[in-house]
């Protein structure tokens, strides 16, 4: 049996940042496995070459520019459009997390979280949005968070930072929505990641994101490729400005 063709995302050009490892590479490879043309991108050259022999196929690009940085993102994308060809697809992924508690936390720490977090979304963003609203069609999905609905103690900024995105992107669907871009956000429940590494250490707070979780365990990166597959096909072509919780019905329970 063959897929719907309202899934059938083949040929598709897709940049995900923040791809050299974690959960953008998953999702890239995921959108590789669907027959697009995919970008990586992150900071670090070497990862990101080690990153794209991991991937299937040959048409696996990658794009070394830090998200946070306005020039570098508005040289990256155009290099990419030129070298690769037109973006269909966007995934604003790349991010951070910093825990501390509020009176604990930096300046610094909260400026750099909220340029990784939300800053990058908005830069890369409007430079692909350029693009794709003058060529009248797109797909932008923001990597947002459970965060973006709730928070505990330690991760204020995070969650101020993942909350924020999630409104970036209704009005990200407000502003282009009119020009045939969809704008939609996927927000992850706790996966083992980097990221997430000391919290999956922490025994305590692993069984309890087990018990609190109504699947009973732990997001694996490969769980969340299916919604951003749906998001970014035209099965999704009149939704816009939803966030898409993929958390294992965490956000859901009390
Ligand atoms: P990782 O730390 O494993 O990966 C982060 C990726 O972002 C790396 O590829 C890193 O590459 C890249 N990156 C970070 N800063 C920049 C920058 N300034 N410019 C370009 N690339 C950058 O994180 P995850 O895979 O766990 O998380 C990915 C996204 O999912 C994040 O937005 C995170 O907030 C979100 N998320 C994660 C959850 C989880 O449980 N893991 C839950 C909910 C949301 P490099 O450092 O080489 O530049």
Redesign the pocket.
């Known amino acids: 049996m063959t897929a719907h063709p309202l899934f059938d995302i083949s040929g598709r050009t897709a940049l995900v ?9 998953a999702l890239a490879r995921g959108l590789a496995e669907a027959d697009c043309t995919v970008v990586l ?4 050259k070497d ?2 070459a080690e990153a794209a022999g991991e991937l299937p196929g040959d048409r696996v690009h990658t794009a070394a ?4 940085d306005g020039p570098s993102v508005a040289s990256g994308v155009a290099e990419v459009e030129e070298r690769v060809g037109p973006l269909d697809i966007l995934v604003n ?5 910093l825990r501390a508690p509020l009176l604990e936390f930096a300046d610094a720490d909260w400026h750099r979280i909220l ?3 939300l800053t ?1 979304a908005f830069l890369v963003g409007r430079e692909a949005a350029r693009r794709m609203t003058e060529r009248g069609h797109g797909k932008i999905i923001n ?5 973006s609905e709730v928070v505990r103690p330690g991760i204020a900024p ?1 969650a101020a930072t ?1 909350g924020a995105l999630k409104m970036l992107t209704k009005g990200m669907c407000a502003d282009w929505g009119p020009h045939g871009v969809q704008v939609n956000g996927l ?10 590494r000391p919290l999956v250490e922490d025994e305590e707070f692993s069984s309890w994101v087990r018990r609190r979780t109504p699947a009973g365990r732990w ?1 694996r ?1 490969r769980d969340l490729v299916g919604g951003v597959l749906f998001l970014a096909s035209p099965a999704a072509d009149f939704v816009s400005g939803q966030v898409l919780y993929v958390d294992g019905g965490m956000t859901s329970v009390l």
């Open positions: 940042t923040g791809s050299s490892r974690g959960i953008g590479l991108n992150g900071r670090d990862r990101l520019f830090d998200v946070t992924n790349a991010g951070m997390q340029d990784t977090n990058s990597i947002c968070s459970l965060q995070y993942k927000g992850p429940g706790y996966i083992e990641t980097e990221l997430t997001g990166t």
